[in-house]
């Protein structure tokens, strides 16, 4: 195959890894800068200066420009563009869905993306509308299949990406993943979710790419189409999203917009500007403000704080602390929140994708409870020797009479630890705040299961007279001997 992928770390459902395309290898997560060759803020080679591994530009804007068409088809995209990473070509199915007036067949594009050199090419799928009724997502879905099953016998080398379509409906972009696996597919760009995107409909966004990675091998790299924003790029990472593209960083810089970490603020409105980059650090405010050149140095902010992004990220994911980086990032907006809570309630189904050890868990309030690593440990607690009469203390303070045979302690949102795993991950890495009930609630159904997977010792719980009422609301129905010291 001229296209792998090689997973390195994971952590919830993230990855750092290798794509290889032909001769070439860039780092996963990868951001593809979107170019448009007649309107270019920042050149290809700038992006390179910065780091830039890959972009992507658009073939049907090629294929109709009197002035690059026929250098792309003689020269290729590279020496065109003057960037020799990797680049991958839109076919226009974009355009098609926005302006209806794409007149490429789906086996013209993918042999003009061949003839000019780009080396992730695209069919022309259909773009549906996450809003569209469920008969006309069905029906398109099906055309997207054909043309990519023909585009397949046209570029049989491995180059194609395999678009991932389906509208709203989760049963459709299962589906879709499951049949481009079966094709062989190792590029899957999940497509058409910019509607859900700009309308802050993040929570419909995790339940949509969810969906297609039930359907898609763990193998496949994962394109999420038209995301680029660096606020929301660490919970598309978390969803299991490898790739992304955007022309966020031009298209924003030309209204005044200043990208940052959490969210966009106005050029106009700034006094200061918080942030490291090469231009921010070069420029006052006021500077920016009235620069002849200010729309291109805001476009080189905007690129390079979603550089800094994805690097971030990489590193959160060496380091598994992913999550605590969702976590931060999602509290900028009530929208990115909602989008976090979404992929919370799939805890079960990430924990499966999640690491089983880490550098550290930062509890950071009620979500913290419903992460992957507190449901991990709940499971390992029926794991755990009991013997017939079993104490668990969640004070910290053990019995002075030898009359139990196995002490547990408690460590909320965990539960019960035996002693030699108190410097041992997630308990000995753990750092939590003054107790909560939240905390202490999740800690109790670490008890509860521990208890009722181990029928045969008898508990005994020493727990502090403040959390009593909570203990024995979380334990209400079990056998349970409450103690005093």
């Not at 990868?30 to 073939?59: D, R, S, Y």
């Not at 991958?88 to 199915?93: F, H, I, L, R």
């Not at 921010?280 to 729309?295: I, S």
Request: charged fraction near 25%; include cysteine; glycine fraction near 6%.
């Amino acid at each position: 195959m001229a296209v792998t992928f090689e997973v390195i770390h994971k952590d919830i459902m993230g990855r750092t890894g290798k794509l290889r395309v032909g001769d070439k290898t860039v780092k996963t997560p990868l951001l593809l800068p979107v170019i448009n060759p007649h309107i270019q803020l920042i050149t290809p080679q700038e992006m390179q200066e910065l780091g830039v591994e890959a972009l992507i530009t658009n073939a049907y804007i090629f294929s109709k420009s009197k002035k690059f068409r026929e250098d792309a088809l003689e020269r290729g995209l590279h020496d065109v563009l003057g960037f020799d990473g990797v680049i991958m070509t839109d076919s226009g199915a974009f355009q098609q869905s926005i302006y209806g007036d794409v007149t490429f067949t789906n086996s013209e594009t993918v042999q003009f993306q061949r003839d000019i050199g780009s080396e992730i090419i695209v069919p022309m799928d259909i773009a549906t509308h996450p809003d569209v009724e469920e008969e006309r997502a069905t029906e398109e879905l099906r055309v997207t299949m054909e043309r990519i099953e023909e585009a397949m016998a046209i570029i049989p080398d491995g180059h194609l990406a395999a678009p991932v379509q389906g509208a709203s409906y989760l049963d459709l972009r299962e589906e879709a993943g499951k049949a481009v696996s079966e094709l062989g597919a190792r590029f899957t760009p999940i497509g058409a979710v910019v509607p859900l995107m700009e309308s802050y409909r993040y929570r419909e966004l995790v339940e949509v790419v969810l969906a297609a990675k039930r359907g898609l091998s763990p193998s496949t790299c994962v394109h999420l189409f038209g995301a680029g924003h660096p606020a929301m790029l660490a919970l598309a990472t978390a969803m299991g999203c490898d790739v992304f593209d955007s022309a966020a960083y031009a298209l924003y810089a030309r209204e005044g917009r200043y990208m940052t970490t959490k969210g966009t603020l106005h050029l106009k409105d700034l006094q200061e500007l918080p942030c490291c980059c090469s231009v921010c650090r070069t420029h006052t405010a006021q500077e920016l403000k009235n620069h002849p050149d200010r729309e291109k140095l805001l476009a080189m902010h905007n690129l390079q704080v979603t550089i800094g992004e994805i690097a971030t990220i990489r590193q959160a994911i060496v380091d598994g602390t992913l999550w605590e980086l969702v976590d931060e990032r999602c509290r900028s907006h009530p929208k990115l929140l909602a989008g976090y809570r979404a992929l919370l309630e799939h805890a079960e189904e990430l924990e499966s994708s999640d690491r089983v050890t880490k550098r550290r868990f930062f509890y950071r309030g009620t979500e913290s409870c419903r992460r992957t690593e507190v449901l991990r440990y709940h499971r390992l607690t029926e794991r755990f020797e009991t013997g017939k009469q079993t104490f668990i203390s969640m004070t910290g303070e053990a019995p002075e009479e030898n009359d139990y045979d196995t002490v547990f302690f408690f460590k909320p949102p965990f539960g019960p630890y035996p002693p030699e795993m108190n410097e041992v991950f997630p308990v000995g890495m753990c750092e939590i705040p003054d107790w909560d009930e939240a905390m202490v609630t999740a800690g109790c159904l670490g008890i509860r299961h521990m208890i009722e997977t181990h029928p045969e010792s008898s508990f005994t719980v020493y727990c502090p007279e403040e959390w009593q009422p909570v203990t024995e609301r979380e334990l209400a129905g079990l056998e349970v001997t409450y103690a005093e010291l």
